[in-house]
Structure formats: C-alpha cells, structure tokens
Nanobody, 115 residues
Framework: QVQLVESGGGLVQAGGSLRLSCAAS????????MGWYRQAPGKQRELVAV???????NYADSVKGRFTISRDNAKNTVSLQMNSLKPEDTAVYYC?????????WGKGTLVTVSS
C-alpha cells in the first residue's frame, strides 16, 4: 500500500529553522510531483512548495526566499528546509505525491512558530 511518512515538525521560535522530510513507499509508477501543503486552523489547505520529477519548483509567494524544497527521485523522498520562520507559518504540513493522475497524502506534521 502506498504510504507517505513525514517527520521533522515541532515548536520553534520566530526566526528559527526547521527541516521537514517525507518518505514515499510502495509506489509502482514514477512520482511526477512531490511537495508540501499546509493547513492552518480555520483555513483551507494551501500549496507551500512542489518539485517535479524533472526538477522544476513552485513556491507559494509567502515562503519564497525562506523555504527550499529538495527531492531525491531515486529514494522517493522530499524535504522542506524552512528558514526565518514566522508565526503565520504555523500549520499542519502535509506531504503530497502526484502519480498517474492521483494525489497521495501523508498524515501531516505540526509546525508551531511562537512569537
């Protein structure tokens, strides 16, 4: 069964850094896009960053210059380096994999940024 497992969330002070990691397993076909979404309390889930198999990236405007997404295609892993964190970055972060027309999701990891 396809599985996405995130790690690396936690509590950090504003201005600090965290690194999220996600490992995808049991995918038979190539994962086209891997990325991160987040959902803050009372808000809709939103794209944070995504990286295609070919290496193209897309970031939310709110995280450009602060977050960096990286990916290992051979290992089916994706990471998100988050620097200069702000209280408004507080959310549950979800790993996403898009393959053969389907979206797959991890269970999420909580990131809390204190002011």
């Amino acid at each position: 069964q396809v599985q996405l497992v995130e790690s690396g969330g936690g509590l950090v002070q504003a201005g600090g850094s965290l690194r999220l990691s996600c490992a995808a397993s049991n995918f038979i076909f190539r994962i086209n896009d891997m990325g991160w979404y987040r959902q803050a309390p009372g808000k809709q889930r939103e794209l944070v960053a995504v990286r295609t198999f070919g290496g193209s990236t897309n970031y939310a405007d709110s995280v450009k210059g602060r977050f960096t997404i990286s990916r290992d295609n051979a290992k089916n892993t994706v990471s998100l380096q988050m620097n200069s964190l702000k209280p408004e970055d507080t959310a549950v972060y979800y790993c996403n994999a898009y393959s053969r027309g389907l979206d797959y999701w991890g269970k999420g990891t909580l990131v809390t940024v204190s002011s």
